[in-house]
């Protein structure tokens, strides 16, 4: 079983919409949790820390489910420029990050 | 500007020959990461350096070697005895010696195409 899985996509919304997907880890004793922003044939960049609590960063909100051993991303009032793959990515240890291998989302005018 | 820079950012390796990616970052971060993407896959990890003159065993380094002579530098060589070198290389760095903050800041990656 993979560490972190993610559905893919892609998520195709128009823009103004909300978007929301999950991300499953694996690993119960995981650390900490973050989402990741790569666009197409870049470098990924960290997006947003994913806390116990949920928080939020703008239109961009991230929530935590340790019982049930995912996260989530949700955006809201979708931007062309929102257009990316997201990935999931789960600390393991002081030393160690495991990426899911994305979903995209593309964002229509 | 302070950051990681990856070169080449593309290459054709012939089968059988080794080749090296070179990367340098002036954030003065004391660690640095290989990491290796596939389509469909998430990142996986290669080699890592906590240190200068120390580095780590990643997931998947069967076929890779690197050093760490410098603190701004950390190349990969992929030697002929990777079966499948095709992949989009990244090269990362860490504020701390491990990834505490989760914040890893990437070069713009090197794509590595054996032919």
């Known amino acids: 079983r993979k560490e972190v899985e993610q559905d893919p996509g892609p998520f195709n919304v128009p823009e103004g919409a909300t978007v929301a997907f999950n991300c499953t880890y694996s690993?119960?004793?995981?650390?900490?949790f973050f989402w990741y922003r790569q666009d197409c044939r870049k470098e990924p960049k960290l997006l947003m820390s994913v806390y116990s609590s949920g928080n939020e960063d703008g239109r961009f909100t991230a929530q935590l489910n340790r019982a049930s051993q995912y996260i989530s991303l949700l955006i809201r009032d979708s931007k062309l420029s929102d257009s990316a793959t997201y990935l999931c990515v789960v600390r393991l240890n002081d030393y160690k990050l495991s990426f899911g291998a994305g979903t995209t989302v593309t964002v229509r005018a | 500007d302070g950051g990681i820079t990856q070169s080449p950012k593309y290459l054709f390796r012939k089968e059988g020959q080794n080749v090296t990616l070179s990367c340098e970052q002036n954030?003065?971060?004391?660690?640095m990461y290989w990491y290796r993407q596939d389509p469909g896959q998430g990142l996986r990890l290669i080699y890592y350096?906590?240190?200068?003159?120390?580095?780590q065993k990643g997931d998947i380094a069967e076929g890779y070697s690197v050093s760490r002579e410098k603190k701004e530098s950390f190349p990969l060589t992929v030697t002929s005895a990777q079966k499948n070198p095709t992949a989009f290389y990244l090269c990362?760095?860490?504020?701390?010696?491990?990834?505490?903050?989760?914040?890893?800041?990437f070069g713009e990656g090197s794509r590595l195409t054996v032919l």
């Open positions: 954030l003065n971060h004391d660690a």
């Open positions: 350096s906590q240190i200068v003159n120390d580095f």
């Open positions: 690993n119960s004793a995981s650390q900490s």
């Open positions: 990362a760095s860490s504020i701390d010696q491990g990834v505490l903050t989760g914040e890893l800041f």
